[in-house]
């Protein structure tokens, strides 16, 4: 069962407001995440310069793919701006420095003005209920093979219960579908942050000041056992892609374990917020890859 198109889709990563609008949305996008996140709070990272390394030099045609838990709806742009140095924005020509993301069409694509800002922004339509073998799985697969670099949170939501919760095959399927594109493993990097359920937290429209957020850089996962029966005739693809799912939480969850715990956003004891209109419990789950059950 093959992705329903392997060649990376023209319209879906052309800047609609040209190179220069590009480069102008995403150098926007990371001062206001740099702001918020390095002046109005403190952000400590430990690991950056191994997380800068694979970012902006990295082996040229090495694709890039990077993990983390989503414990807010603003973890991508603000986490990873605030882990680049600003010549990633102001200087990026090839692709390579600044990450392609995932979005549902419903919510980042519902008119005109936000299709055009987010694509600008490098984030890719994904539609809900169509599962991992629709068209721009194969974009974001062709991508990464091509050498770019691809954000993704393999839990698939933004997770309130400060856990990291069980993550979605689609991760998986997207390295294979870019190792047997490319014939080499892209480079998988996990990181774990926690913090954000406080500067951002659920419900909240303006992010809070005066607080932490903590970043933990993992080292670079070793699929070559896994991904070597990619595309395998004699291997059932979906325990394949299962198999580098599950290696990739476990990294994350070694992460988790050396940061602050992140706030439990559902707890009992949170006052103040009425339940959310079903439009605003849809931009919530910002669900950034297809459900588990979904082929």
């Known amino acids: 069962m093959g992705v329903e198109d392997d060649q990376t889709d023209a319209e879906a990563v052309t800047p609609p407001w040209g190179e220069a609008g590009r480069v102008a949305t995403l150098a926007a996008i990371a001062a206001a995440s740099k702001f918020y996140l390095n002046v109005l709070n403190t952000t400590t990272i430990v690991g950056v310069e191994r997380f800068q390394q694979a970012a902006l030099d990295r082996d040229l045609g090495q694709g890039l793919l990077t993990v983390c838990n989503h414990t807010s709806t603003t973890d991508d742009p603000a986490v990873i701006a605030a882990m680049l140095p600003w010549s990633a924005f102001a200087v990026e020509r090839h692709l390579r420095s600044v990450r392609w993301s995932l979005c549902a069409r419903e919510i980042c694509f519902r008119n005109l003005p936000l299709r055009h800002f987010f694509s600008n922004g490098q984030v890719l339509p994904i539609d809900r209920g169509r599962g991992t073998g629709q068209a721009i799985m194969g ?111 476990e ?44 082929a």
């Open 139 to 249: 974009t974001a697969a062709a991508l990464l093979a091509g050498g770019a670099w691809v954000h993704v949170f393999p839990e698939g939501h933004v997770g309130y219960t400060g856990k990291l919760e069980p993550c979605r095959w689609g991760v998986g399927r997207l390295v294979c579908d870019a190792t047997v594109s490319s014939g080499r493993d892209p480079l998988v990097l996990p990181f774990y942050h926690s913090g954000m359920g406080v500067i951002q937290p659920r419900h909240s429209t303006v992010p809070s000041v005066g607080h932490s957020l903590h970043v933990a850089v993992g080292q670079p996962l070793d699929l070559s056992d896994l991904t070597c029966n990619c595309g395998s005739p004699d291997h059932d693809q979906q325990q394949v892609w299962k198999g580098i799912t599950a290696r990739i939480r």
């Open 251 to 294: 990294a994350l969850q070694a992460l988790e374990k050396e940061c602050p715990p992140n706030v439990n956003q559902l707890a009992a004891g949170e006052k103040g917020h009425r339940e959310p209109s079903p439009q605003r419990r849809l931009k919530s789950e910002d669900p950034v890859l297809p459900r588990s059950g979904e």
